[in-house]
């Protein structure tokens, strides 16, 4: 266990349904990040936010996708009118900004990942 | 273009046995290099970080290399046990000037089967 929850872990829904997922992160760490994983192939990056900021999206993220993290620390992923082609294992990941040190260990941002919660679009 | 590779694509051992996995990647400016491991169904959780100065690092019965001359990495596993059996997946950070986030970029992984 990283530290980092998501919920649910597991949604299955129709094609045209909206779905939303939440990823907590660990408490101290400012930096969140959303990624998809499809079979076979490793994360690809969707957006991340520093505090309440949405810093960086990627092309990936269609206008039927909008991410949120209204207060800093939980994060929102929201899916309208979703097609079978989301169906994907979205990751969650948060750090700390900058490099910092535990026990004398650099961190390089180093991102823990969340269980991720598996979407299947009917 | 940045891009992670990594070789084999799956590949299966007998418990007690050794192997070894290969990522090549073409990221600039190089920042540092992970190697995650992800078990079905679960998030990737770190294994190693290497930056460029660093040319080994060992966790466990886990023990990465980093050539950053010709941009190549492996990951032994020694002695490999059944629970081994996941995703390795090889992942690149590039530096951001700007003062952003060090961009991940994630190779595909290897799936890795240890049989008894």
């Known amino acids: 266990d990283t530290g980092v929850s998501q919920d649910p872990r597991h949604k299955i829904t129709k094609r045209g349904q909206n779905v939303t997922f939440r990823c907590d992160p660990i408490?101290?760490?400012?930096?969140l990040y959303w990624y998809r994983q499809t079979l076979g192939q490793g994360p690809e990056f969707l957006t991340y936010?520093?505090?309440?900021?949405?810093?960086?999206k990627s092309r990936l993220l269609s206008d039927r996708f909008s991410a949120e993290r209204p207060k800093g620390s939980f994060s929102t992923l929201e899916i309208q009118r979703t097609e079978q082609g989301d169906s994907a294992m979205y990751l969650c990941?948060?750090?700390?900004?900058?490099?910092?040190?535990?026990?004398?260990?650099?961190?390089?941002?180093?991102?823990?990942f969340g269980p991720g919660t598996r979407l299947t679009v009917l | 273009k940045n891009q992670v590779e990594q070789s084999p694509q799956s590949l299966i051992i007998l418990e007690g046995k050794n192997c070894t996995l290969q990522?090549?990647?073409?990221?600039?400016?190089?920042?540092?290099l992970r190697w995650y491991k992800q078990d079905t169904g679960r998030g990737p959780v770190s294994l190693t970080i290497?930056?460029?100065?660093?040319n080994t690092k060992s966790n466990g019965r886990y023990t990465a290399t980093l050539d950053a001359d010709t941009k190549q990495s492996s990951l032994h596993i020694t002695a490999s046990q059944l629970s081994d059996s996941a995703s390795y997946i090889c992942?690149?950070?590039?530096?951001?000037?700007?003062?952003?986030?060090?961009?991940?970029?994630f190779g595909a992984g290897t799936r890795l089967a240890v049989h008894p």
């Open positions: 408490s101290e760490h400012n930096r």
């Open positions: 992942v690149v950070s590039a530096r951001k000037f700007s003062g952003g986030y060090n961009k991940l970029i």
């Open positions: 990941a948060s750090s700390l900004r900058g490099v910092g040190t535990s026990g004398g260990q650099a961190l390089y941002n180093e991102q823990f």
């Open positions: 290497m930056t460029f100065s660093e």
């Open positions: 990522c090549n990647y073409t990221v600039s400016p190089f920042s540092n």
């Open positions: 936010f520093q505090n309440e900021a949405q810093l960086e």
